[in-house]
Structures are given as structure tokens and as C-alpha cells.
């Protein structure tokens, strides 16, 4: 694929240039402490620079919408081998799904699901738009508006790019020769590693703000918490699925609860 040929060649120029940058800094710092107060100083200064240079990092070496697409596209058939699809049944999921895309600000990324027949109480989003609704938390859900966060919540994922960056950070943090399967692979080993407590925080609140504006309920978010803190209870902590997007220690149920109750308005 050209397109992602050429985005690649950028991606490690610019890896070069950037971490040549951030050394300089490193080894230039000590130079200048004059105290131990003074070494606090420029280590915070130092941490803030590496955020950024990171941040310009993943703009300057980001993918296109359309490379985006593909390597969804061939994840999905990588991953869908191994699963057992099934159909729509108790909730009206397409007709969530629609009153959510209304509101997209990704709008040329190709948003998707599947059901998975699948007991365990999960839903999962990979780079490109796919999302994963296991049978099990759609068991779990009592009304439209649970249903509604949580495909929101997995929507938010690739609305704010969680996906798609961390697939860059592992090519960027690899030695391989950066082609199309390359990466697709890449992406397949990375898919099922959970996100961070702040990617989780940061989907959570999208996606209230997406369901709001679709019509639906905050409330719907606050109670799926509350069963979802019962749930960690019998399932533990060791016991969780590694791809599970909601069972997790950090951030627990509880904290994301409290934060779509105080925090998002």
C-alpha cells in the first residue's frame, strides 16, 4: 500500500529527530541544578517536554484515515476467525448504534459492530472503527440506556484515537521493517492489552457526552458502574479476561462511577 509506505518513511524520520531532541535535553539538565529543589525543577520541566515531544510525535508520524481503515479492515478478519458471531436480540443495538453516529466527529473512520456469543460481561473496540459486543454484557444490561454508554464508551476509543496510538507507540518502540503486514500484525498483538486508567477515564466521559447527545440518560452510565462494582467482587481481579475494556482494578468501577456522577456533566 503506498499510502502507508510513504507515512512510514515520516514516522521513523521523525522518531529519529524527536528522541535526538529529548537526549539533548536529558544530558544537557544536570549542567544547570544548583540544588536539590533545582533538580525537582528540571526533572518536572523534563517530564512536561518528553509529554509533548510524544504528543508531536504521534501527530507527525499519524496515520491517514484511509490506512487507518485498512488495517482495521484486516484486524477485523484476523481476529473474527477466532469468534463466534451472533445476532441482535433485547435491545435495539443498530438503532443505538445510529442515534451515536449522528454525533461523530470521525466521521470518515469506518465505524462498525459485531455480537460475539460470549458469557463473559465485556466490550471491546480495535484500531479502524470495529467494535465487539459480547452476548454476555448484553445479558448483563437492563435498560437502553447501559446499552447506549457502552457502545458509546467503545465508539469514544476511536473517536479520541486510544486505538489507533497505541498500535503507533508498538511500531515506533519495534525494530521491524514498517510495511502494511507489518503493522497489521502490530496491531493483532496489541488489541487485546487494556487501555490505561486515563484513555478509560477519557472514553467514559466522551462517551456520556455522545449518549446525551443521541437522547439517552446519563443515569444509564452511573447504574452500569453500579453492577459493574458487584461484578468485580466475584469475578477478581486475576480472574478477568486481558481484553476486558470494564473489569479492571485500575480504575475500578467504583472510580468511574463516581466520576460520571461528579465530573461529567
Known sequence: MKLMINSLFTVYRAKGILLAALIALISFAPLNAQDDDDDGDIIQGLLETADILNETLLEVTALSTEEENAIGRELDNQISRDLRTGREYKFKIRRIFKKLMRHVERT??????????????????????????NTGIIDFLDDEDEMAFVIAHEISHNELKHCIKRVQYAVLASSIDPSFGEIVQVAYNMYAMPFSKYDEFEADENGVRLMKLAGYDKQGAVTFFEKLEQLEKEYGVDQRDAVNDFISSHPTARERRDRVINKYR
Open 108 to 133: 470518515d473512520l469506518n465505524y462498525n459492530y459485531k455480537i460475539i456469543r460470549e458469557k463473559e460481561v465485556n466490550a471491546y473496540a480495535i484500531a479502524g472503527g470495529n467494535m465487539y459486543i
